[in-house]
T-cell receptor, first 112, second 116 residues
Framework: DGGITQSPKYLFRKEGQNVTLSCEQN?????MYWYRQDPGQGLRLIYY???????QKGDIAEGYSVSREKKESFPLTVTSAQKNPTAFYLC???????????FGPGTRLTVT | AQTVTQSQPEMSVQEAETVTLSCTYD???????LFWYKQPPSRQMILVIR??????QNATENRFSVNFQKAAKSFSLKISDSQLGDTAMYFC?????????????FGTGTSLTVIP
């Protein structure tokens, strides 16, 4: 079955540690996205990538980093510079020119 | 700047009734796509319906339909014959082309509860 996988579903880290969230897709989509979701704020774009080895900052990129070495993979690193990292993180990819976004199941990150 | 507004944080509807969720936006672009996404308690985002701005005909998908008013910059979602499984957060979203590349803009969501 084609789809987007995110792992793990729940992640716990101590403050000051970097942590990497995984996102893999086997849909052969070119564009991939990372969003952060907080209560009452909808989805906010962190980074997106339209093609391998290229990515752009979204509205809240500070404290985050990404890489896009393979078409299928778009990992997100939450660095210690991110002041409020506890949130629900969603990865998505886009199908062709109808721009329909497909989402992964999300990762709930808790930093204490 | 592109903005998306969902002015109804919470709504409820009786099972089998019809409900309309509103969404407005502001853009100077002429070419864009509009979407409604559903996020049930599982938090999996699911595409409900899609509308191209250049199409005058409103999109429909089974019990879901939109009322797209381009001049008014309004994009509402109508759910007919509401079912308990429709209980979820609903987000409207846009992609404006070509100025924003492939960036999507989401509203803050409307929490819909279907009452049995």
């Amino acid at each position: 079955d084609g789809g987007i996988t995110q792992s793990p579903k729940y992640l716990f880290r101590k403050e000051g540690q970097n942590v990497t969230l995984s996102c893999e897709q086997n849909l052969n989509h070119d564009a991939m996205y990372w969003y952060r979701q907080d209560p009452g704020q909808g989805l906010r774009l962190i980074y997106y990538s339209q093609i391998v080895n290229d990515f752009q900052k979204g509205d809240i990129a500070e404290g985050y980093s990404v890489s896009r070495e393979k078409k299928e993979s778009f990992p997100l690193t939450v660095t210690s510079a991110q002041k409020n990292p506890t949130a629900f993180y969603l990865c998505a990819s886009t199908r062709g020119r109808n721009y329909e976004q497909y989402f992964g199941p999300g990762t709930r990150l808790t930093v204490t | 700047a592109q903005t998306v507004t969902q002015s109804q944080p919470e709504m409820s509807v009786q099972e089998a009734e019809t409900v309309t969720l509103s969404c407005t936006y502001d853009t100077s672009e002429n070419n864009y796509y509009l979407f409604w996404y559903k996020q049930p308690p599982s938090r999996q985002m699911i595409l409900v319906i899609r509308q191209e701005a250049y199409k005058q005909q409103n999109a429909t998908e089974n019990r879901f339909s939109v009322n797209f008013q381009k001049a008014a910059k309004s994009f509402s979602l109508k759910i007919s014959d509401s079912q308990l499984g429709d209980t979820a957060m609903y987000f409207c979203a846009f992609i404006f082309l070509p100025s924003t590349g492939n960036q999507f803009y989401f509203g803050t969501g409307t929490s819909l509860t279907v009452i049995p």
